[in-house]
Nanobody, 128 residues
Framework: QLQLVESGGGLVQPGGSLRLSCTASGFTLQHYTIGWFRQVPGKAREGVSCISSSGGSTYYSDSVKGRFTISRDNAKNTIYLQMGNLKPEGTAVYYC?????????????????????WGEGTQVTVSS
């Protein structure tokens, strides 16, 4: 069974930073594009960022561009999302997902149907 596990969520003040991690049990992530998504109850899931299997291509939504950085360490089988200058509207459950496509191949790499495997999410709360 392919399982993704997110960690690093928590409570942070506006303007603060957090680093989320995504790892896997049972399989290696090095051949997969990894995406980060977030969801607030009652709203659609939003694509935040993704990184190609090689790490050579990265994509960000306009809402996080310049504040978030995605990276991967294939030796550690882990993908990171460094989040900076967090805003209250960033409060959500954050999910990582693995997909077989490469983001350069598709028109919309931050849409959830492009991904095959999902974690259960980690809560991020931005509040003073």
């Amino acid at each position: 069974q392919l399982q993704l596990v997110e960690s690093g969520g928590g409570l942070v003040q506006p303007g603060g930073s957090l680093r989320l991690s995504c790892t896997a049990s049972g399989f290696t992530l090095q051949h997969y594009t990894i995406g980060w998504f977030r969801q607030v109850p009652g709203k659609a899931r939003e694509g935040v960022s993704c990184i190609s299997s090689s790490g050579g291509s990265t994509y960000y939504s306009d809402s996080v561009k310049g504040r978030f950085t995605i990276s991967r360490d294939n030796a550690k089988n882990t993908i990171y999302l460094q989040m900076g200058n967090l805003k209250p509207e960033g409060t959500a459950v954050y999910y990582c997902a693995a997909g077989r496509m490469q983001p350069e191949w598709v028109a919309a790499p931050l849409t959830d149907y492009q991904y095959d495997y999902w974690g259960e999410g980690t809560q991020v709360t931005v509040s003073s």
